[in-house]
């Protein structure tokens, strides 16, 4: 099988644009999570989304939302970017089929905001 | 909230020798999960190990190995006979129970694993 699959893995922008990126999970997967990875903050969990429902998210501001497909392929949008929203952003995927998966991380985006 | 802590930064290890990173964590539930987490500099973070807070026996993959101790919180990886491609960041994580209907994630801020030849 092949694994969890980001899009585009590096991005560059400029403060104040909106960026989306993509994140293709296993196949059969149906519970896709995001996380930001940042030198001072460590990694930090964004929101999760399940049967294209967001059944958790995390302490990050409204600029930051998601959404899942039919196909369980998620996108995430970051609206007004700032410096600070510079980070790897990670994506994990888990069959959910049962409360014991394990969740599959992808290679991540890197993003730049300049 | 849950937290988890690894107080050790910078960690390294003769190749072929063992080592030792630890972990902690602060919860009030009963059931939950752990793992570790290596992160090379490839950036792609993969499953270590895992180890389900119900099960009293620690969990062991090959050369990793962890001592789980739940009444005191403590969650440590062991890496024996240590080799050049186990150099890399390794994080600590938790998740809670089958409850909570969730596959939430809570890092700890990682180890850097350096290996020497």
């Known amino acids: 099988k092949a694994g969890v699959t980001q899009t585009p893995r590096y991005l560059i922008k400029t403060r104040g644009q909106q960026v989306t990126l993509s994140c293709s999970p296993i196949s059969g997967h149906r519970s896709v999570s995001w996380y930001q990875q940042t030198p001072g903050q460590g990694l930090q969990f964004l929101f999760e989304y399940f049967s294209e429902t967001q059944r958790n998210k995390g302490n990050f501001p409204g600029r930051f939302s998601g959404r899942q497909f039919s196909n369980s392929r998620s996108e995430m949008n970051v609206s007004t970017l700032e410096l600070g929203d510079s980070a790897l952003y990670l994506c994990?995927?888990?069959?959910?089929?049962?409360?014991?998966?394990?969740?599959?991380f992808g290679p991540g985006t890197r993003l730049t905001v300049l | 909230a849950q937290t988890v802590t690894q107080s050790q930064p910078e960690m390294s290890v003769q190749e072929a020798e063992t080592v030792t990173l630890s972990c902690t964590y602060d919860t009030s539930e009963s059931d939950y999960y752990l793992f570790w987490y290596k992160q090379p500099p490839s950036r792609q973070m993969i499953l270590v190990i895992r180890?389900?807070?119900?099960?009293?026996q620690n969990a062991t993959e090959n050369r990793f190995s962890v001592n789980f101790q739940k009444a005191a919180k403590s969650f440590s990886l062991k890496i024996s006979d240590s080799q050049l491609g186990d150099a890399a960041m390794y994080f600590c994580?938790?998740?809670?129970?089958?409850?909570?209907?969730?596959?939430?994630?809570?890092f700890g801020k990682g180890t850097k694993l350096s290996v020497i030849p």
């Open positions: 994990a995927s888990s069959s959910a089929a049962t409360n014991t998966d394990t969740q599959y």
């Open positions: 994580a938790y998740r809670s129970g089958p409850w909570a209907g969730s596959y939430q994630l809570t």
């Open positions: 180890q389900e807070a119900y099960k009293q």
